[in-house]
């Protein structure tokens, strides 16, 4: 069998983690790039899109969030090389269930975290560069979730 890798992003929104999963998606093999663009990146992030337009609605994101672990899933199940959750997953248990699945279709997992989640000028940078418009406030609240894992 060949040798399969589940990448989970971690980090708070505007850190680089969907900069560093482009990087690492344009160094790959142009095989492996569109197979990664098509069938491999997954984040929750991108159902809040409407022509264009980042448009948030916390009360969707319960659904969201499990069609994104769906397709994730999918993913793997198909037995994809490589399969990416770029979330910020902060927290252990909003991983559990990508690192499970991968886990149990004997896929590698790898964590990359982006950034420093608990220091204040990381904060800040991420307050300014995130594109979803989320305020300093907001990301240092989502910072007081952050767990070493």
Same mark, same amino acid.
């Given at each position: 069998?060949?040798?399969?890798?589940?990448?989970?992003?971690?980090?708070?929104?505007?850190?680089?983690?969907?900069?560093?999963?482009?990087?690492?998606?344009?160094?790959?093999?142009?095989?492996?790039? @569109?197979?990664? $663009? !098509?069938?491999?990146?997954?984040?929750?992030?991108?159902?809040?899109?409407? /022509?264009?337009?980042? =448009?948030?609605?916390?009360?969707?994101?319960?659904?969201?969030?499990?069609?994104?672990?769906?397709?994730?899933?999918?993913?793997?199940?198909?037995?994809?090389?490589?399969?990416?959750?770029?979330?910020?997953?902060?927290?252990?248990?909003?991983?559990?269930?990508?690192?499970?699945? @991968?886990?149990? $279709? !004997?896929?590698?997992?790898?964590?990359?975290?982006?950034?420093?989640?608990? /220091?204040?000028?990381? =904060?800040?940078?991420?307050?300014?560069?995130?594109?979803?418009?989320?305020?300093?406030?907001?990301?240092?609240?989502?910072?007081?979730?952050?767990?070493?894992?």
């Amino acid at each position: 069998m060949a040798h399969h890798v589940a990448i989970i992003m971690r980090g708070l929104p505007g850190s680089g983690k969907s900069h560093w999963v482009n990087e690492f998606i344009a160094r790959q093999p142009i095989h492996l790039r @569109a197979r990664l $663009l !098509n069938h491999g990146c997954f984040s929750t992030d991108t159902f809040f899109y409407r /022509d264009g337009q980042y =448009q948030f609605d916390p009360r969707c994101l319960p659904e969201y969030h499990q069609r994104n672990l769906t397709g994730f899933i999918y993913a793997i199940s198909q037995g994809e090389p490589i399969v990416i959750c770029d979330n910020t997953n902060l927290a252990k248990w909003e991983s559990m269930a990508y690192e499970a699945a @991968a886990k149990s $279709l !004997n896929y590698q997992v790898r964590y990359v975290l982006v950034g420093v989640p608990n /220091d204040s000028h990381h =904060q800040a940078l991420c307050a300014k560069r995130n594109r979803h418009g989320i305020s300093l406030t907001q990301i240092v609240k989502m910072a007081k979730q952050f767990e070493e894992f």
